[in-house]
């Protein structure tokens, strides 16, 4: 985390006038951070950057992606009274928020697993704003694939797009953009993702297909000799309820929005020990 991260974040939390912390005597003292649940944990780094930065010395074996049990401590703290309070809500949003995230993508990774062994699960740009990185990264903690951080990674051709220009005049157009980014194409036709592939796109993505129109488009794509040259993604309604149907055609990628904006957070505490 970059300081003035750390520093706006603070500051939000902080405010200017800080009466609640600097009501007790800062003194030095000890502390632990525990989940209250089992999860995967993510935020290690985040949490770190704030202890860090506030004069904190932080202690753990753990990194981002380890499965705890329920009472597993996280960190073993000291530093000043004050200090220790100041961090306490910040570092815990970010541990909880993002720890729920990996352990929601965990479940759905080992889900997909069952059916298949490459599959991809994947995120979306469906993200809080300002917080994206972390949020991704948690993905990621959690066995996922991040997608595209932004809008420069790659470039994708969505129904807007094709509306705007055409399917066809829209794939040439992003032919001409930087060789170094891939094309993925969203579709909503068999027919579509046929002629996305043979005009050369990386990546296909089913947009709102039902596991059976995804089956028939690979079959399909597989008939006409193309199935091996495009990355095919499913995405849009995806969720645990239906994932396992989509992981029964074997798809490439699955992305979920889901995995972040339908994630709950990990009950966790920081308890001062001494």
């Known amino acids: 985390m970059l300081i003035k991260e750390v520093e706006s974040f603070i500051e939000e939390d902080l405010g200017y006038d800080d009466v609640s912390c600097t009501v007790v005597p800062d003194k030095p003292a000890e502390a632990i951070i525990f989940t209250k649940e089992a999860c995967t944990v993510a935020g290690i780094k985040e949490a770190e950057s704030?202890?860090?930065y506030l004069g904190i010395?932080?202690?753990t074996t753990l990194k981002d992606g380890d499965c705890l049990k329920e009472g597993e401590i996280i960190f073993r703290?000291?530093?000043?009274?004050v200090s220790l309070l100041r961090a306490e809500r910040l570092a815990l949003?970010?541990?909880g928020h993002l720890s729920g995230i990996a352990t929601l993508t965990r479940t759905c990774v080992d889900t997909v697993r069952k059916f298949s062994e490459t599959t991809r699960v994947a995120c979306t740009r469906?993200?809080?704003p300002g917080i994206r990185k972390f949020e991704k990264l948690a993905v990621a903690?959690?066995?996922g694939d991040t997608h595209r951080f932004n809008l420069s990674d790659s470039v994708m051709i969505k129904d807007n797009h094709i509306k705007l220009m055409g399917i066809e005049a829209a794939i040439e157009a992003a032919k001409k953009t930087s060789f170094t980014r891939k094309i993925e194409v969203e579709v909503e036709s068999a027919e579509n993702a046929v002629l996305a592939a043979e005009m050369g796109s990386d990546i296909i993505m089913l947009d709102n297909m039902q596991p059976e129109a995804?089956?028939?488009t690979l079959e399909i794509l597989k008939g006409k000799g193309i199935r091996n040259s495009v990355i095919v993604e499913a995405s849009g309604g995806i969720s645990q309820e239906n994932l396992e149907d989509y992981a029964k055609t074997e798809v490439d990628v699955i992305s979920m929005g889901s995995l972040i904006h339908k994630s709950r957070w990990i009950d966790m505490s920081l308890e001062i020990i001494s």
């Open 50 to 52: 704030i202890f860090c």
């Open 141 to 143: 903690a959690g066995g």
């Open 214 to 216: 995804v089956q028939k």
């Open 77 to 81: 703290l000291k530093g000043g009274a």
């Open 126 to 128: 469906k993200t809080t």
């Open 57 to 59: 010395q932080a202690e």
């Open 93 to 95: 949003n970010f541990l």
